[in-house]
């Protein structure tokens, strides 16, 4: 059957070269609509995803605790977490104090805090916090320099076996 279409699909096309003409500008358009439909909908997701990261910086500036002026808190349903850093004002390039205070919360023998900053991949900077008292945990860690000039860190809290498994506190440091 298709043997006998092919003769005949030649035989109408080569008689009426406007068929032809339409074929191309066809196959032209249905490329044109098809990069239109590819193309677009990678712009529109650059520029929701350009809009989400300005939002995120400029939730981050005004949600960053004010680590200088005290310890920050954030509560975890009916817990509370307290994060404080010595000494102040808190520095880059220099050793800190870290201390997070849990209420409401399970005894754990240590914890993690991972030190890291928010769109800038600054390596693993993890302090290890041991128990030092009744829900107090303290370690020792530095907050580097960024090469950019960015000030804003994040301190994530690791709390296993909560709802919640992490807390973030962001903050800034001084040069």
Same mark, same amino acid.
Request: glycine share 6%.
């Given at each position: 059957m298709s043997e006998l279409m092919n003769p005949m699909i030649i035989k109408?096309?080569?008689a009426k070269p406007d068929a032809l003409l339409f074929k191309a500008s066809f196959r032209s358009f249905l490329w044109w609509g098809l990069w239109q439909? =590819?193309?677009?909908p990678v712009f529109l997701l650059s520029i929701s995803v350009y809009s989400v990261y300005a939002s995120e910086e400029k939730t981050s500036q005004s949600q960053a605790c004010e680590i200088n002026q005290g310890p920050c808190l954030r509560k975890i349903?009916?817990?509370?977490?307290i994060f404080d850093i010595e000494p102040k004002p808190v520095k880059a390039n220099r050793e800190l104090a870290f201390t997070?205070?849990?209420?409401g919360v399970k005894e754990y023998d240590s914890l993690r805090l991972k030190l890291q900053m928010p769109g800038?991949? =600054?390596g693993n900077?993890?302090?290890k916090l041991v128990r030092s008292g009744k829900g107090i945990y303290t370690g020792k860690g530095v907050a580097p320099k960024c090469g950019s000039g960015?000030?804003?860190w994040s301190a994530s809290v690791e709390l296993p076996g909560l709802i919640l498994?992490?807390?973030?506190?962001?903050f800034n440091v001084l040069y």
């Open positions: 109408y096309f080569s439909t =590819m193309l677009l349903g009916g817990a509370s977490v997070v205070t849990l209420r800038m991949y =600054m900077n993890v302090v960015k000030k804003l498994p992490e807390t973030s506190f962001l």
